[in-house]
């Protein structure tokens, strides 16, 4: 039996409208950056999923009655409550949002010298590792470097690798590992439970913390649930209980699988961590019992991380998901398999395999999607990962070109995505027509934030 959301639309936002002299129009004044794309120049916004999902009315519901008392007010209560329930965590803390938390917590677990191992970092995972004065290594499982591999859990840490790091010469300076469920750096993939427990039996053993990076935890735990052996018969709540219950702490951006439009969470065992993280919440967020967020949200987490355990929900989700991947298959372009839940990540470099990648063919396509069809998305190839002379020439192309479309929770209906794949077919109709980039402008921090480009004319 086909699966239907377990809700109907009550409020909605109209969307705009545009012609494609007005779209490119606009994104030319962008300087071809996405970023610096107006969203009312944005008719099918799939930049991200975070903090762009719709909200029920029971959130706005607690949201209206929110209080706003400065220490331990009611709002916070319901927050904990509901993240208590799921990740039975003694010390939980409130931020304005998922790299506070990274923050707060690596400054005081990491520092100078330190090192984090990761299934993969999250870009201000990262960046927060890096300003900590540590280094961030990735060892993604070898499976993920085959796009085209339908194995179920391609977000996993290669155990391998990891065992070799931690009784390496390097052992002694890990500060952390670090998995991020579902891996979104590396296709929305999944990390099985099999692969959390041989992180912390590893972590055990070379006394080493293990923390995850939550943001997508619901969906993680529904792709266990269809994907690994043993887990068929689990509710989601099961295994998101099981998978924290494995870890020392956590990081989790509440702007995805918390449906919040802001707010995130850390949550420590540790008595002694949990002291110094509050003392730079305090300092730097927020008192304790809000940290930086405002009680409406604290509310809307509460409610939203009750509604997105639901297995009909998840069900449905991650089935549309698969349909349009379906429909993108179908109209003649690949994606990173097998389909996750919370995006596609497309593959723009074969689709495109006359574009030499300092073309930027990621680029190019996610260029093409909004001039063709006013669809707004994010470039993770060259662009993205590749290195730079000082004349903004490409030295090293990323080892893939590809594109995210990120799927927001709630918000579009299938008809918007088959939309969406109607024009994709289009442009894998003629692809030599669609034309390469330069770049023109690059900061050497967050580059892909503040770029600008240009359109090179076909010749
Ligand atoms: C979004 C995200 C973050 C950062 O969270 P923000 O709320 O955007 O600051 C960190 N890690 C992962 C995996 C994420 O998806």
């Not at 330190?114 to 499982?141: M, Q, Y």
């Not at 002694?172 to 439970?193: C, E």
Request: glycine share 8%.
């Amino acid at each position: 039996m086909k699966s239907f959301p377990p809700y109907r639309v009550q409020v909605v936002k109209e969307i705009p409208i545009t012609t494609r002299p007005e779209r490119e129009e606009a994104l030319s004044q962008a300087g071809y950056n996405m970023f610096d794309l107006p969203a009312n120049k944005v008719t099918i916004d799939l930049l991200t999923d975070s903090g762009t999902g719709a909200v029920s009315a029971a959130q706005e519901a607690g949201a209206a009655t929110a209080d706003r008392s400065y220490a331990g007010s009611d709002s916070w209560f319901r927050f904990r409550e509901s993240l208590e329930e799921i990740t039975a965590f003694p010390h939980l803390f409130p931020v304005h949002q998922g790299r506070a938390a990274e923050r707060v917590l690596f400054t005081t677990a990491l520092g100078p010298g330190k090192i984090s191992l990761s299934n993969t970092h999250f870009d201000t995972t990262r960046a927060n590792v890096e300003l900590a004065g540590a280094e961030a290594r990735d060892l993604p499982c070898a499976e993920a470097a085959d796009l085209d591999s339908r194995d179920p859990f391609k977000g996993n840490i290669d155990l391998g690798a990891l065992e070799q790091a931690l009784s390496g010469p390097d052992g002694a300076r890990v500060g952390q590992v670090l998995i991020t469920i579902t891996n979104n750096g590396l296709g929305g993939q999944p990390v099985s439970m099999a692969n959390l427990r041989g992180v912390r039996e590893l972590c055990d053993r070379f006394g080493v913390r293990f923390f995850l990076d939550a943001a997508r935890f619901a969906e993680n735990s529904w792709l266990v649930t269809q994907r690994e052996e043993g887990y068929a018969g689990k509710t989601p709540l099961d295994v998101a209980r099981e998978a924290f219950a494995l870890a020392d702490g956590f990081v989790a951006s509440l702007k995805k699988d918390a449906i919040s439009p802001m707010g995130a969470a850390i949550g420590v065992r540790d008595t002694e961590l949990a002291k110094q993280c509050e003392a730079i919440l305090i300092a730097t967020e927020g008192f304790r019992t809000y940290g930086g967020m405002g009680a409406h949200d604290l509310e809307r987490v509460a409610q939203g991380l009750r509604e997105v355990l639901d297995p009909h929900y998840l069900r449905n989700r991650a089935e549309e998901t698969a349909q349009f991947a379906r429909l993108v298959n179908e109209a003649g372009v690949d994606i990173v398999q097998p389909a996750g839940v919370h995006g596609l990540y497309l593959n723009a470099g074969r689709l495109l395999p006359h574009m030499p990648a300092s073309g930027f063919p990621g680029h190019a396509l996610a260029c093409e999607l909004y001039l063709e069809g006013g669809i707004r998305c994010a470039e993770l190839g060259s662009l993205y990962l590749g290195t730079f002379d000082d004349d903004n020439n490409l030295i090293t192309p990323a080892p893939f070109e590809l594109v995210r479309l990120a799927i927001p929770r709630r918000t579009y209906t299938s008809a918007h995505l088959e939309y969406v794949a109607d024009v994709l077919a289009s442009i894998a109709k003629n692809p030599e027509r669609v034309p390469e980039y330069r770049v023109t402008y690059a900061p050497q921090l967050l580059r892909h934030f503040n770029l600008k480009l240009r359109q090179v004319p076909r010749g």
